[in-house]
């Protein structure tokens, strides 16, 4: 839902009633990953999708109803052997749809409201919803509004996230709300959308809660390190993947706007300087393009210290060895070594500039998404690494 939170920001401001319907779990080749939502409103118009196209109607006539009945509605969509040209997903997967109603006078709609303001605004937010469980909780949601959090270089992760605040709750037991807010926090840290099991009193004790956490967050940051050519098309790459792209390199004569225009950041500054005084998170990832030792051994004996996504240095095999050996020498271990990804990049035997792009890239989203990075033809492994779907069926009213 919050993807589309612009749109929808601006129908609540127009006081618009609507349904939506958002991904809780996927299976198998689903199309679209937890999070993904369909809005309709009362008029009849849509955005959004869930499917790519498989069950939009389906999903549609079911916002219709919930907008008539208040009734949140959990359903499960899958391909059938049987009949074919039935509702389904022609792709052989398994996604299960949460329909909320969003009206007037609903106990949900202010904190839906307050969720998708936050999210139109470009701030951090994550949205709880309880999915399944007790009749007069599902549908209830919880908001956690983002605190100061982040790391300025502090390899044990800085203080605790004391600006947190949090709005809406679940009204039947106050360590529920703290529990699901604390949970919250650590989705919204990882940038993370999914589900979680919990008792309904806030332990994993008891009748079991299914709540579905949806973070909207800044876009991750990527930090080049060095401004040479194979910077410039990373700093490309890096932006068509959505990242936030800063270039650091202390010699103010290549470090400029000219060389990296599409760059939303450009820092002439001592690279382990930086990054010392920078803002990371446990989503950023750090690219290592100096290629030079008095950059390279002060930078990654701080970035491999650090709780960030990904460290990646280029070089060759042997400057790896002879850096490896440097970096021992200043006192980083070998579990943090371990962390390095050097000589940076997946084998996809690149060359220019834009192919060595494009292979730190896909080692990026192979380590974020748990790829391996082998081909998919003649491959056994899964092509979308998700969890598994939940329980679907009729759950209650959330007027």
């Given amino acids: 839902m919050l993807d589309i939170a612009e ?77 074919a040209f039935a509702v389904g997903l022609t792709c052989g997967g398994i996604i299960d749809i949460l329909i909320t109603p969003v009206r007037a006078g609903d106990r949900v709609r202010p904190v839906v409201a307050a969720g998708l303001r936050a999210a139109a605004a470009g701030r951090a937010a994550a949205l709880a919803r309880i999915v399944t469980g007790p009749a007069d909780l599902v549908g209830r949601a919880l908001l956690i509004h983002d605190g100061d959090h982040g790391h300025h270089g502090d390899p044990h992760g800085g203080e605790p996230h004391t600006g947190d605040r949090y709005e809406g709750g679940f009204g039947s037991h106050p360590e529920l709300d703290r529990t699901v807010a604390a949970e919250a926090r650590a989705f919204l840290d990882a940038g993370r959308t999914g589900t979680l099991e919990i008792g309904e009193q806030g332990s994993r004790c008891g009748a079991p809660l299914t709540v579905l956490v949806e973070s909207s967050v800044p876009p991750p940051r990527m930090i080049v390190f060095g401004a040479i050519d194979f910077a410039a098309a990373l700093v490309r790459v890096g932006k068509f993947l959505g990242h936030h792209v800063t270039v650091c390199d202390a010699r103010p004569v290549f470090a400029t706007r000219a060389r990296f225009p599409e760059a939303d950041e450009i820092v002439v500054a001592w690279p382990h300087e930086y990054l010392e005084r920078t803002r990371v998170d446990a989503r950023t990832v750090l690219c290592v393009l100096t290629h030079d030792a008095k950059f390279d051994v002060p930078l990654l004996q701080r970035a491999l210290r650090l709780p960030v996504a990904y460290v990646g240095a280029m070089g060759s095999r042997r400057t790896h060895l002879e850096r490896n050996a440097r970096l021992r020498e200043v006192g980083v271990s070998e579990l943090e070594l371990a962390r390095l990804r050097s000589p940076i990049g997946l084998d996809l035997g690149a060359r220019t500039p834009e192919e060595t792009a494009l292979s730190i890239a896909a080692e990026i989203v192979a380590d974020r998404r748990g790829g391996s990075g082998v081909p998919l033809t003649g491959a056994h492994t899964p092509i979308h690494h998700e969890t598994a779907p939940a329980p679907a069926g009729r759950i209650g009213s959330v007027a």
Wanted: hydrophobic fraction near 40%; proline fraction near 3%.
């Fill in 7 to 83: 749109e929808l920001d601006r129908w609540v401001e127009q006081g618009r009633d609507f349904a939506v319907a958002t991904v809780v779990a996927t299976g198998g080749s689903a199309p679209r990953r937890p999070g993904a939502a369909l809005a309709v409103d009362a008029g009849g118009t849509a955005i959004g999708s869930v499917s790519g196209g498989c069950v939009e109607g389906a999903v549609y006539e079911l916002c219709r109803q919930a907008l008539q009945d208040g009734e949140c509605v959990l359903e499960r969509f899958g391909y059938s052997d049987d009949d």
